[in-house]
């Protein structure tokens, strides 16, 4: 064929089941094939073969990428992000109620602008692939337009993306709001326009239930239920006067996850951030339905939201991925983040291992989004997203890798230690879309 062909080489690692709360020791699932060959045809992974068999002479001429000594993974799956508040990222002293109405909601109102929304998208996919993430979850704002920029810019780059315009028609400022009836027509005409094409997704996306009224939350639920194939993303549970105003709003509710469950909004494509305060019942609606929480710990901390109970809720059989919501989170890079899940978990007594937040953030998240045939695992047919690390950069990092003793205690320094200027390449679709300056 006539598809450009590119060979990467470096240490593959990827996972082939999940690692649980396992010591590193005793995880399942961790796949690492140190110096091997990924060879890429086009936009696919067309093989992976050790660095020394011989490659077959059509592949001899691809363009070689050497990156010996460095890691070569799935690109990250970021499960929750705001594209609007790159804006806002690092705002001092609030929290979430304050933070939106004195930060985020005066943000996000600049999207009405077309070219605010265009710039602000091209940027935002950009810093995606400078931290290694190469598929998102992403809340566009209010406006149709801010979906339409993401849809647009993502499938130019034919980056397997997922998002919505936002619903929200009360309890937020003028300018940020819509009504049922042009909120309806907005997501049906995006659906039809961009769902399924191009490697982009739609999500409903019910900003939270406080700012959609009872009929917005029914016309979304019949969204869900009557387009194939689409997502819901939303926030549930993240901070607690959050979570009573939504008891105030909603007293026929059960709890603040019924507030959807019971409009059909809750189902296997429905990716739901934060899930600090819920209850057995809500964790059980959960399992049942196969939905996600998006576990965001640099914005939990950051906000002061609360200490996720991640193994309570696997051993309650809830789907768990991994998210920076920036701009609640610090950091768009997802080893940040694993860092602060870290010590989330710490604070409960509970060790998550490297191999574990890897996972969640690859293939876990992809298998979660229903996406593991085409991402999340360096495999012949998935789709070519994938990053290229250096496990140590700095001098305190290149000694503790130095002393490190096995792989594990290697890659959670790194996770420890790192973030973006680890990074040393990213591809998106087969495509260079980073590379280290
Ligand atoms: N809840 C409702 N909107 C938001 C938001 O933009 N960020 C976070 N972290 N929580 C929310
Ligand atoms: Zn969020």
Redesign the pocket.
Known sequence: SNSPRRVLRGDVLDFTADPGFNPPGESPGVRFRPDHLVLIEGERIAAVQPADQPLTPDWQIAEQLDHRGRLIMPGFIDTHV?CP?LDVIASYGTE?LDW?NTY?FPAERRYVDESVADEGAERFLEALWAHGTTSAVI?ATVHKTSAEALFRRGSEARMRLVTGKVLMDRHAPDGLRDDVAQAERDCVDLIQRWHGKDRQSYAVTV??AP?STSEQLVMAGQLVQHHHGVYMQT?VA?NRD?VRWVAELFPDARSYLDVYDRDGLIGPRAVL??GIWLDDNDRAVLRDHGAQIAH?PS?NLF?GSGLFDWRLAEQSGVNVSLAS?VG?GTSLSMLRNMADAYKIQAMQGVRLSAWKALHTATAGAAQHLGLHDEIGRVEPGLMADLAVWDTAVGPVALHRNGLARDLHERLFAWITLGDERNLAATVVAGQPRFVRP
């Open positions: 705001h508040q979430l939106l985020t809340f900003r939270f700012t926030h993240e959050e951030a934060h965001s914005s906000l919501d609640g």
